[in-house]
């Protein structure tokens, strides 16, 4: 039996079809034909001897095989990727891509901006930023697909390092003309009686509400009538402008609406919803100097203002 072989360039083409679940999604990311890229993956699992890839329908998933062979692929790729950048650095580069996740609520309202000024400071850096929620942005930061991640919550995964960023306050957003609109507060209780917006399962914002709900309801967000689920912060908004329904929000995703007085923002009385932003990284994997420094500049943003003054 023939030595199992590979290289760098393979696994490359490999971890982008896995990540994306595609041929010529990958191939447009590696800047190959696909017709390029299926030539390379069938010589991969040639010299691999055995399949690597299920193809089905319009989707690509990893057999078993490949599942294994991605898990070593993430970490070669990023000891090649930690080297290349360790050796810029000592001579004096500071150029690169770096792969970051954040939850809707940093994802669309916080990270851009501070994202922003990372930039300015490091011209040559280019971050690639997905939005989803937290638990899917823990998942692609444990099986190195994100480096680094933020989120709504703290997590529980024990190969990933947890550090506080910003803190956020959860309130209870309601329409211009909703009967409740001239309140400050209103009862937990009351909210049973109300139509519910809900966000999509893995949201770290419905998961922190669930904890303070469940202090008043043993049912948590089960005691909610819920009319809709809605996969992002925006769509909840819009729902709620619509009359579909009330729900909880993070202040910092609606401090435009409130500004203009579309929407109005009710504190539930004796239920303070604090809570904060995390980032996260696994501890498993070699950091490159260009996520150490991404590290820092978020990290130094939670204890100096920021402005977009350069």
């Known amino acids: 039996m023939p030595s199992i072989d590979f290289d760098l360039r393979q696994l490359e083409i490999f971890v982008n079809i896995v990540d994306l679940k595609s041929f010529s999604k990958a191939a447009k990311a590696v800047f190959l034909a696909q017709a390029s890229v299926s030539e390379r993956i069938a010589t991969l699992e040639r010299m691999v001897g055995v399949r ?12 078993k095989a490949g599942e294994l062979l991605y898990k070593h692929a993430v970490l070669l790729l990023d000891m090649k990727n930690t080297a290349c950048l360790e050796m810029e650095e000592f001579m004096g580069v500071k150029r690169g891509e770096i792969r970051l996740g954040g939850s809707t ?55 990933l390092i947890c550090r506080e960023l910003w803190a956020d306050e959860l309130v209870l957003a309601v329409p211009l003309h909703h009967r409740w609109a001239d309140k400050a ?18 949201s770290g914002t419905f998961k922190m509400f669930d904890k303070y709900l469940r202090a008043i309801d043993t049912a948590g967000l089960s005691a909610l009538k819920a009319v809709a689920r809605f996969g992002t912060s925006t769509a909840v908004k819009e ?70 003054s350069g």
């Open 52 to 63: 690597l890839l299920d193809r089905l329908g319009r989707e690509v998933t990893p057999t």
């Open 105 to 159: 609520i940093p994802g669309e309202y916080i990270l851009p901006r501070i994202l922003g000024l990372f930039c300015r400071k490091y011209p040559q850096i280019t971050v690639n930023l997905s939005v989803a929620d937290s638990v899917d942005i823990e998942t692609r930061v444990s099986n190195g697909g994100l480096e680094l991640g933020v989120v709504g919550s703290k997590t529980a995964k024990k190969n």
């Open 185 to 202: 507060s209103v009862s937990a209780k009351a909210l049973f009686e109300e139509p519910f917006i809900f966000r999509e399962r893995g």
């Open 239 to 308: 729902g709620i402008k619509a009359g579909l329904g009330i729900s909880i929000l993070s202040s910092r995703a609606i401090e435009t609406e409130l500004a203009s007085g579309v929407l109005k923002a009710l504190q539930i009385e004796n239920l303070p919803m604090h809570r904060s932003f995390y980032l996260i990284r696994d501890k498993r994997r070699v950091s490159s100097p260009l996520c150490i420094a991404l590290c820092d500049f978020l990290l130094k943003s939670t204890k100096e203002p920021q402005n977009d």
